[in-house]
């Protein structure tokens, strides 16, 4: 079992950054590369960004390519977000999710453990 905790959530303005915070538990939370995705009122969940625990290899979605960053800690079994250049299409809830199934790493199903999510407003 893994556990999933996020953190870092708020209200910013256009422009502004953000940095979110995963913080993994459970026997096996080292073993899955991790994801951050987020969800849109009405919209669909979408993947944003992955990331391997082992050798840091990195995944981006196109639309946040040169403003997000996706990193770890591998002591602390911390993934963090920082988000850059913020824009209000970027207000969502963002959840971090753990890739047990395998496949491909953009979709939401090949993930098995998923944090509770938080809030990302961006006003204009």
């Known amino acids: 079992q893994v556990q999933l905790a996020e953190s870092g959530g708020g209200l910013v303005q256009a422009g502004g950054s953000l940095r979110l915070s995963c913080a993994a538990s459970?026997?096996?939370?080292?073993?899955?590369?991790m994801g951050w995705f987020r969800q849109a009122p009405r919209k669909e969940r979408e993947f944003v960004a992955a990331i391997t625990w082992s050798d840091g290899n990195t995944h981006y979605a196109d639309s946040v390519k040169g403003r997000f960053t996706i990193s770890r800690d591998n002591a602390k079994n911390t993934v963090y977000l920082q988000m850059n250049s913020l824009k209000p299409e970027d207000t969502a809830v963002y959840y971090c999710a753990a890739h047990n199934a395998g496949g491909d790493r953009s979709n939401p199903y090949n993930y098995g453990y998923w944090g509770q999510g938080t809030q990302v407003t961006v006003s204009s």
């Open positions: 459970g026997r096996t939370s080292s073993n899955y590369p």
